[in-house]
């Protein structure tokens, strides 16, 4: 059974950090690029960071570079995203996403609220 199960979110105030992870299991991690996705109320679900397989290349939305750092550990089958310098504009839901054409996994994703 296919699983990811994405932990770390919570609320915090504007400046502040968190650490999102993403703990997966059921299919082979490895051979899968992992993607962090964001959907705020009201607006279209949006790519925010992405991983190769082999962490050889990452990118980022330009709303967050510079600010977020995504990386993974195939040992442990997690991906985990840093997030630092958070914005109120960042409040949003945060999936997690496996993909290796054609197939695509998602986990049920972490709330992310940024508030004074």
């Known amino acids: 059974q296919v699983q990811l199960v994405e932990s770390g979110g919570g609320l915090v105030q504007p400046g502040g950090s968190l650490r999102l992870s993403c703990a997966a299991s059921?299919?082979?991690?490895?051979?899968?690029?992992m993607n962090w996705y964001r959907q705020a109320p009201g607006k279209e679900r949006e790519l925010v960071a992405a991983?190769?397989?082999?962490?050889?290349?990452?990118n980022y939305a330009d709303t967050v570079k510079g600010r977020f750092t995504i990386s993974r550990d195939n040992a442990k089958n997690t991906v985990y995203l840093q997030m630092n310098d958070l914005k109120p504009e960042d409040t949003a839901k945060y999936y997690c996403?496996?993909?290796?054409?054609?197939?695509?996994?998602w986990g049920q994703g972490t709330q992310v609220t940024v508030s004074s």
């Open positions: 059921g299919f082979t991690f490895s051979g899968y690029v």
């Open positions: 996403n496996a993909r290796s054409w054609p197939t695509d996994y």
């Open positions: 991983i190769t397989i082999f962490s050889g290349q990452t």
